[in-house]
């Protein structure tokens, strides 16, 4: 009876510790499936934010001094772009609608209605055309002679404040230069102290080197694209301006005869 006992009790044992051991493994295995799916709940968001915290890291190990610059070009360029684009599509109008408006009225009305319609148009255009209109009879050689001037007026308030973007398109790539540079001398004055040409000493130095290059370049791209952008515009009304000043002089002495 005893050895009965004896045997049940060892039986019971191993069976215990097989369900034990089952149940370690399938514990450990769901720990450890959690802690994975933790992980990686825990890099996705991280792969989400990792342009902009990558961006946030390359400015600041560029140094606060040339790349708090550089950012300041960028910041002024796109604000007298945006301002110098809004103006311009504010100043474009349909010049084919206006001339034709203008004869009309001269036809019908004569120069006082055909000035009415200028000054109730906006857009360089139609000021042109109201400055040539104000001085008819004064002859149509002062006619022209006003168009031209008032001509080249418009034109400059077309093109304030373009040398601004110019100038930081040019500066933004030349400050990164210029970092390039410090950064280049600031590797071998390491080089130097140490005495020892370690990779390590000279990393930290070309590196910044090369964020402040990469920086201004991207500033001068972007504001390039807009610059061409404004310059077209103001190609386009200035050649509107030019027909349209032909146009009127054509309407005029129609007019007189």
């Given at each position: 009876m005893k050895r009965l006992f004896s045997i049940l009790a060892i039986a019971g044992i191993m069976a215990f510790g097989t369900i034990n051991a089952n149940t370690n493994a399938n514990t450990n295995t769901t720990v450890n499936t959690?802690?994975?799916?933790?992980?990686?709940?825990?890099?996705?968001?991280?792969?989400?934010?990792?342009?902009?915290?990558?961006?946030?890291?390359?400015?600041?190990?560029g140094g606060a001094g040339f790349m708090g610059i550089v950012l300041l070009c960028l910041i002024l360029g796109l604000a007298i772009a945006i301002e110098r684009i809004i103006?311009?599509?504010?100043?474009?109008?349909?010049?084919?609608?206006?001339?034709?408006?203008?004869?009309?009225?001269?036809?019908?009305?004569?120069?006082?209605?055909?000035?009415?319609?200028?000054?109730?148009?906006?857009?360089?255009?139609?000021?042109?055309?109201?400055?040539?209109?104000?001085?008819?009879?004064?002859?149509?050689?002062?006619?022209e002679k006003a168009v031209v001037s008032y001509g080249g007026v418009q034109m400059g308030q077309l093109e304030k404040n373009v040398s601004w973007i110019a100038l930081f398109i040019s500066l933004a790539p030349m400050l990164g230069f210029m970092g390039t540079v410090i950064g280049m001398i600031s590797a071998f004055d390491k080089i130097e102290a140490a005495g020892d040409m370690n990779p390590s000493l000279v990393a930290g130095g070309i590196k910044i080197a090369l964020l402040t290059t990469v920086f201004g370049l991207v500033v001068a791209i972007i504001l390039q694209i807009f610059y061409n952008y404004i310059i077209a515009k103001i190609d386009s009304i200035v050649n509107d301006m030019e027909d349209a000043s032909i146009t009127l002089m054509d309407l005029l002495i129609r007019h007189k005869k």
């Open positions: 959690v802690v994975s799916l933790t992980q990686e709940d825990d890099a996705a968001p991280a792969e989400e934010a990792t342009f902009h915290q990558e961006l946030k890291k390359r400015f600041i190990e103006f311009l599509n504010l100043s474009t109008s349909n010049t084919k609608k206006l001339t034709q408006n203008v004869e009309d009225a001269l036809a019908s009305g004569g120069v006082d209605a055909a000035k009415e319609i200028c000054r109730d148009t906006k857009g360089p255009v139609a000021s042109i055309f109201y400055q040539g209109l104000d001085r008819v009879d004064e002859g149509l050689e002062q006619v």
